[in-house]
């Protein structure tokens, strides 16, 4: 390999998307870097292997992983690249391929810019270890400004995802906005529909798969082939689960606010994400049109507990998870005996636990419970509650797991503006001992202020959200009561909008707990 005829050379090209404004980076001008160089070393190219779009931080990259096999297969001897960060920005893997692989497979590399020749004993060869970290802090570096830009645009209510939720899509002349999409926001109002006739969201999905309604997958062009293990072309309508229907029915986006930060990348490296806590989402208030008005979502997501957890069962029980047992405060469940032709109800945390005798099994036989406590029901309705009183009381429905998110939201950013603001005080001593000097403590403090600033924005919204989400229409619940009270059998939704819980105690004692309070 003395003479440059018998290097069989690969030119190596990459681009991603951080650097593609760089004009020097572009591909057209690293091309024309490397073919200028070959023709003045008279050095045969055998191939040029080009990465458009792809990050240095990992080698998962298409030409990248082509040229490795043509090494490989004794096609290449020899690689050349622009400089060392167009081979890769992760000093590890960099310095595996120069100091290591290369060597073992006797295939020169050669860095223009960086003056690196691994075939030639000279100082650049020596520091390419110090070029290579370098070049990873700068890929570090660019990770956290665009997260920083990224963090920015969504506290500002700004759409930053790439992919739209179900329902919306870019607005033409605005792609950090959304707009209604008629065709899907249909479907999206039909499943809340359905929630509110207190579905769960197994019985929710099979009805939209059997109306051959289009899955959110149909519209993306994609499914996720579980045996395959990759996107493969869905069929004409899909297939709805579970977990999509949940997706739908517990994003807040659709009143109206924008929900983002969600995930989280392990590091600047990786593609892996991972879930953050929803205390961490960042969620601004009123950024685009709603499908489904706040009364609606907030109800929805009071009568989900009920549903939910609801066992997919052969036989329909009216008050399926709404039955709690009264001394340990877990569900009780309804289960069907085959020898008997009825069926029984049992504490959950005894039957999971009953060697420990935590609990006792709360028997009853179910049909008779169910008569049992609809009579009850109507007797109360009857007795205690005329006219007058219904009108007082409706209306005070309290969505209590709504309620604790939201004063839970509330407290995290008060927390996060006291410690903003020892920062700032932190900040105005640094620039009194001269730490700091005066541009630097305007830049900070302007920037912690407007971080405060917008806090207690998102303060105050939650409240206004929290206020909305304890009322509902009055005539919806006296509706619900009249139907009630006028039926001989009523339906599950009546059940679920006017009955909160069920306690069954050992002793047969039962409390029903209603959907609203009186405040009579």
């Not at 007058?388 to 995290?412: A, M, Q």
Request: charged residues 30%; glycine residues 4%.
């Amino acid at each position: 390999m003395n003479g440059n005829g018998k290097f069989n050379v690969g030119l190596y090209i990459r681009l991603s998307r951080d650097d593609g404004n760089i004009e020097s980076d572009s591909i057209v001008s690293q091309r024309s870097l490397l073919n200028q160089y070959v023709k003045e070393n008279n050095y045969n190219v055998i191939d040029e292997y080009v990465d458009d779009g792809f990050t240095g931080t990992n080698f998962e990259r298409p030409a990248f992983k082509r040229m490795i096999k043509d090494i490989e297969t004794g096609k290449i001897n020899m690689i050349i690249t622009k400089d060392m960060s167009r081979l890769g920005r992760d000093y590890i893997g960099t310095g595996e391929l120069i100091e290591k692989y290369f060597p073992n497979n006797n295939v020169r590399y050669i860095a223009i810019n960086d003056g690196i020749d691994t075939f030639i004993d000279n100082t650049n060869n020596d520091i390419a270890p110090f070029k290579a970290i370098m070049n990873d802090m700068y890929a570090k570096d660019i990770s956290k400004k665009v997260k920083t830009s990224l963090y920015s645009r969504m506290k500002d209510g700004l759409y930053v995802s790439g992919r739209c939720p179900f329902g919306y899509m870019k607005d033409p002349n605005n792609k950090n906005h959304l707009v209604i999409n008629k065709e899907q926001a249909e479907i999206v109002k039909l499943i809340f529909n359905l929630a509110l006739k207190g579905n769960t969201y197994h019985y929710i999905a099979n009805e939209l798969t059997k109306r051959k309604i289009k899955t959110p997958a149909s519209y993306y062009n994609y499914a996720w082939n579980t045996k395959c293990g990759n996107k493969c072309i869905s069929q004409e309508q899909g297939i709805w689960v579970d977990t999509t229907i949940k997706a739908i029915l517990t994003n807040q986006i659709y009143v109206g606010d924008s929900v983002q930060g969600k995930t989280k990348k392990i590091n600047y490296k990786l593609k892996r994400t991972v879930k953050n806590n929803p205390s961490d989402y960042i969620i601004v208030s009123n950024t685009h049109d709603a499908i489904i008005d706040r009364d609606t979502f907030n109800y929805v997501q009071n009568l989900l507990p009920k549903n939910v957890k609801r066992p997919e069962k052969k036989r329909f029980y009216l008050l399926d998870g709404l039955l709690y047992c009264g001394e340990c405060k877990h569900r009780i469940t309804i289960r069907y005996q085959n020898k008997t032709g009825r069926s029984y109800t049992t504490c959950d945390y005894y039957r999971t636990y009953s060697k420990y005798h935590v609990c006792t099994t709360h028997t009853n036989n179910y049909e008779v419970l169910e008569k049992l406590i609809l009579d009850n029901i109507k007797e109360i309705y009857k007795k205690n509650m005329d006219k007058n009183k219904v009108k007082n009381s409706i209306g005070n429905i309290e969505f209590e797991d709504n309620t604790l998110k939201i004063k839970k939201e509330i407290e995290n950013l008060k927390y996060i503006n006291n410690k903003l603001i020892e920062n700032l005080d932190k900040t105005y001593m640094d620039r009194l001992k001269g730490i700091l000097d005066e541009s630097q403590y305007l830049r900070i403090s302007e920037s912690i202020k407007k971080a405060i600033y917008n806090n207690k924005k998102y303060i105050e919204n939650f409240k206004k959200q929290n206020q909305e989400s304890n009322k509902i229409d009055n005539k919806k619940i006296e509706k619900y009561i009249n139907e009630f009270l006028s039926i001989e059998n009523p339906t599950r939704e009546l059940i679920i909008n006017l009955v909160e819980k069920i306690y069954i105690y050992q002793d047969k004692m039962i409390d029903i707990i209603f959907a609203f309070k009186n405040t009579s």
